[in-house]
């Protein structure tokens, strides 16, 4: 399909403005703490106050004094509320009849106020003390054969601070299974970028942006998912660079923004255009898109040597000559069915990146939520590399995180495959053998889980329950375990969907006072830039029995694993020493606890912008893999006679990743509801369906299980034929846990075979 040049019929106001104060008001007031709020806000991205617990995008030099968008609001609203979730709460509530209720309601219930433990034999959580709590966990651990049944999971919320103790801690118990987050969204990114550029992070700066000629951005929402990115694409708008976006759907943050602090655009009712060009392709057509450009310039090389940076590829690059081979091999008719653009879009979108001289392409998880993720996230950086839009000012790859700090969890050792260097700068540091083996991701650890090879599994944050695909399997695999530990600070799936016995144990949010033995403390967090800065909270705890998760971990791995080998208690009573040690184990830190008082804090050398290439061959190395021979509907056609449709999952605008602050989806005209399916009108036609009709959407596998969900809503919508899209959590079941991208493991939410029936 073409590039539309429709406006989406759902919502015709720019995507901010009014709207978004409107529903920023009513999220404060529903908090039933206004006042407190109201004045949280205000130290939002601010130095000295507190990291907003939304998204990751970077903090602009030029930030005024209200930096905050309207999901940020929300964020902080639904954390600050006055609502608690208590003992007596559980005494009323059995954990049977809390699996009935939606995320919604259980989320809204409040935050949590105390350690609760179910023993499996009631059916209510129970009061527990942190000792007990302690060492409840430490008995299941010390009895288990080998560390290696051990999941310790990580939420991209948790701090530096938290995060490096967790991972601590799990070397000294003898495991790498550290599943998180991150295997379910970003992963292609970290392995794809890394064997390109030798490195797994952006490589551009939020200076970058305002001087970037042209921005590209694929398969993503900023309006709804970094709000603040919005800012930062508007600015760049109105100074002149062209914005080209690339996504599946009509997204109304990427046609029209209005900020709601320009008094212009607030008084006049008006907006700032986003994208000068919008393209919608099927899902999973971005790499064909990509090598279609590819192909485009090097045919146009033939007549004009300066279409690429021949002096980079020369000095810079490896495997040129085997991509050039590849991109040759690829014929016009496949790029064009596989993207589902036409010849000419490719064309005009080749003209847009060949007459822009400093580029950036930023990207989301409707890149890297597809079984060819890795190597689109390559074919990415191939077209950048072509013309040099690596290492020079204003251009650059961009990948933009979602939770607050994902990257920085796993710059500190959340991860499963841990480098070597890290490891031995740990042995360095505290005197032990670290485990080398590799570790657990996200889908392996459910396979553990539901094999008995894996007993006990401790969340550091999240909802791992509601986050993983395959719900039916994951409840099952979570329901075998010993014992399921979460650290969480408000009501959860994960919290009633437990092992055998199970722990919640409460923690403070990032907009709390986090007061320790050596004083108030503040934590770190890494941005989507690389930028590292601190983190200090402002509100009274919710209950005067939280922990931090920095403190809950010490004492976890105290009661585990003693003190012989780590002082746990004397770094949790003081995270100045905590940076200390990582800026021992990861050079990078220098200066740690100096360099997060000036400012905004300060940035993580990234040695591809410097265009020092860590990669096997020392160079920027070129990606020669071929388009995928089929795509997910294409596969799927051998299993059925039915039509396929291709559905991705996806967030409301009252949503952030599994925590539903409202039933609303505003910018795409959904109300007071969620079990909705979006279609185009082509599709609706051929299946003799109109707006409202219920459905059921039904998984085609082959691997006999059945896999469908009722009671779905058909609503019109401007998406291309042949594809569907649908909210998560509520589609998780339908996403098979052996339907993984290639090379990382990643659940491929973005590209799922499926029948829709009406009932």
Not at 333 to 356: C, F, P
């Amino acid at each position: 399909m073409s590039k539309s040049t429709k406006i989406s019929p759902a919502y015709s106001a720019p995507a901010g403005g009014w709207g978004a104060l409107k529903s920023s008001a009513k999220h404060i007031v529903k908090s039933e703490n206004a006042a407190k709020n109201v004045k949280a806000l205000l130290r939002a991205n601010q130095p000295g106050g507190f990291d907003c617990p939304g998204c990751a995008w970077g903090d602009s030099a030029d930030a005024g004094k209200i930096d905050f968008c309207e999901n940020g609001v929300k964020a902080i609203a639904w954390e600050a509320t006055s609502k608690r979730v208590n003992a007596d709460f559980f005494k009323q509530y059995s954990i049977t009849e809390l699996q009935q209720w939606d995320d919604h309601s259980l989320e809204k219930s409040g935050r949590l106020t105390q350690p609760m433990f179910y023993d499996g034999n009631s059916d209510h959580y129970q009061e527990v003390s942190w000792d007990e709590a302690f060492k409840i966990i430490a008995d299941k651990l010390q009895q288990l054969p080998s560390p290696d049944e051990a999941l310790l999971y990580t939420s991209g919320r948790a701090s530096n601070e938290a995060a490096y103790l967790y991972q601590l801690f799990g070397r000294v118990l003898g495991t790498n299974n550290f599943p998180d987050c991150s295997n379910m969204c970003h992963e292609a990114s970290g392995i794809g970028m890394t064997s390109s550029l030798g490195t797994g992070k952006g490589t551009v700066t939020m200076a970058d942006f305002d001087q970037a000629d042209a921005i590209f951005v694929f398969g993503q929402n900023p309006g709804t998912n970094h709000p603040r990115m919005l800012g930062t694409l508007r600015k760049a708008s109105k100074r002149g660079a062209t914005i080209v976006s690339i996504n599946n759907l009509r997204e109304r943050g990427l046609e029209k923004f209005s900020d709601p602090q320009s008094p212009k655009e607030m008084i006049l009712f008006t907006g700032t255009n986003i994208s000068q060009y919008y393209f919608t392709p099927r899902l999973g057509g971005d790499m064909a898109i990509l090598r279609g450009v590819a192909k485009s310039l090097f045919e146009r090389f033939k007549q004009d040597s300066t279409i690429l940076d021949s002096a980079f590829i020369a000095e810079h690059c490896h495997n040129f000559t085997a991509y050039q081979q590849s991109v040759a091999a690829t014929p016009w008719e496949k790029i064009i069915s596989q993207s589902g653009l036409d010849r000419q879009d490719i064309e005009q979108i080749t003209d847009i990146y060949a007459s822009n001289k400093k580029v950036i392409f930023t990207w989301a998880m409707g890149i890297t939520q597809h079984k060819h993720s890795v190597a689109t996230i390559q074919e990415l950086v191939n077209v950048l590399m072509l013309r040099g839009n690596i290492g020079k000012a204003g251009a650059g790859a961009c990948p933009v995180r979602g939770h607050s700090n994902v990257q920085g969890n796993r710059t500190v050792g959340i991860n499963e495959k841990p480098p070597a260097a890290f490891l031995d700068a740990v042995e360095h540091r505290y005197n032990f053998k670290a485990p080398r083996n590799n570790g657990l991701n996200t889908v392996d650890s459910l396979h553990a889980m539901l094999s008995g090879k894996a007993k006990v599994f401790i969340a550091l944050g999240g909802n791992f329950a509601a986050a993983t695909p395959d719900t039916t399997r994951t409840y099952q695999a979570l329901q075998q375990c010993d014992l399921t530990v979460q650290i969480s600070t408000k009501l959860n799936r994960s919290h009633v969907i437990t092992g055998k016995q199970s722990l919640i144990l409460p923690c403070l949010g990032r907009t709390e006072i986090d007061r320790q033995t050596s004083g108030e403390q503040c934590i770190t967090v890494e941005d989507s830039m690389s930028m590292v800065h601190s983190s200090t909270g402002q509100n009274e705890p919710a209950s005067p029995h939280l922990r931090s998760e920095t403190a809950i971990v010490a004492g976890i791995a105290k009661a585990c694993v003693g003190e012989s080998i780590v002082n746990w208690t004397k770094l949790s009573d003081d995270y100045a020493l905590i940076r200390q040690d990582i800026s021992q184990v990861l050079p990078e830190f220098f200066d740690y606890n100096q360099r997060i008082k000036i400012g905004r804090g300060f940035h993580l050398e990234n040695k591809a912008a410097l265009r020092q290439w860590k990669t096997s061959a020392s160079k920027a190395t070129f990606s020669s893999a071929m388009l995928p021979e089929q795509l997910a509907h294409e596969v799927a056609e051998s299993f059925t006679d039915k039509p396929i449709l291709t559905l991705q999952t996806l967030r409301s605008h009252d949503q952030y990743n599994t925590s539903i602050y409202g039933m609303d989806d505003r910018y795409r005209g959904i109300h007071g509801e969620r079990r909705v399916v979006f279609m185009s009108v082509d599709d609706m036609e051929k299946q003799q369906l109109g707006n409202g009709d219920k459905v059921k959407i039904t998984t085609v596998s082959n691997d006999n299980i059945i896999r469908s969900i009722p009671d779905f809503k058909v609503v019109e919508y401007n998406i291309p034929t042949g594809c569907v899209a649908a909210y998560y959590p509520e589609t998780n079941p339908l996403v098979p846990l052996e339907s993984t991208a290639d090379d990382c493991g990643t659940p491929t939410y973005k590209s799922i075979a499926v029948t829709i029936e009406k009932i």
